[in-house]
């Protein structure tokens, strides 16, 4: 049964700092890989998807990268912000199933 | 990018009560919705599989008789959390998948925060 961990729990870094969050899965027959956000009390809010085929996306700040073969992904936030702060979701798909979630790492910026 | 609806956004209600929260697809067609629940703190976990026209798949210890779905249609879904205890209390989040050529991906909900008193 697949299985992801993410790693470390909780983060904490001053206003400026470049930091790597990171997930790693038990199984590596994935589909895709998706990294979400979520705010306390909200929704989820996609940041990247990586297709199995893929080996890493971008989108302004952050960049998400896969290594299938060793079942681990990064992501990868530049000069981080306090309103960077948020619980960070590391999910992986299989084909034909639904995602399955990480316990998350919780971000706090300070300025 | 696709859009996902859910309604109510948030419900308190009192023990034994049920409710029933809806997913909706806005903009696209989904033969296939996830149902999952997030309690504080924890992150999010399947609930079940709901598939238009058949019957859901739910994952292990999660009671099919208390968490009742129907997928009647391909835009439409529902939950109905029966006879509802204090334990119920969670946050609901639905997904639904959309196929586009040869990707296929999930689309998540707002969430559906519930409160049984």
């Known amino acids: 049964k697949q299985e992801v961990t993410q790693i470390p729990a909780a983060l904490s870094v001053p206003e400026g700092e470049n930091l790597v969050l990171n997930c790693s899965f038990t199984?590596?027959?994935?589909?895709?890989l998706q990294w979400f956000r979520q705010d306390p009390g909200k929704g989820l809010t996609s940041l990247l998807l990586i297709q199995s085929s893929q080996r890493e996306q971008t989108s302004g700040r952050l960049n998400a990268s896969l290594d299938k073969s060793s079942g681990r992904s990064t992501l990868y936030i530049a000069a981080s912000q306090p309103g960077d702060s948020a619980t960070y979701l590391c999910?992986?798909?299989?084909?034909?199933?639904?995602?399955?979630f990480g316990k998350g790492t919780t971000l706090s910026v300070s300025s | 990018g696709a859009v996902v609806s859910q309604h109510p956004s948030r419900v308190i209600c009192k023990s034994g009560t049920s409710v029933k929260i809806e997913c909706r697809s806005l903009d696209f067609q989904a033969t296939t919705m996830f149902w999952y629940r997030q309690f504080p703190k924890q992150s999010l976990m399947l609930m079940a599989t709901s598939n238009e026209g058949s019957k859901a798949t739910y994952e292990q210890g999660v009671e099919k008789d208390k968490f009742l779905i129907n997928h009647a249609s391909l835009t439409l879904s529902t939950l109905t959390v029966t006879s509802a205890h204090p334990e119920d209390s969670s946050f609901y989040i639905c997904?639904?998948?959309?196929?586009?050529?040869?990707?296929?991906?999930?689309?998540f909900g707002p969430g559906t925060r519930l409160t049984v008193l």
């Open positions: 199984d590596s027959a994935i589909y895709n």
């Open positions: 999910a992986v798909r299989e084909a034909g199933t639904a995602l399955i």
């Open positions: 997904s639904a998948e959309d196929f586009n050529g040869d990707t296929d991906t999930q689309y």
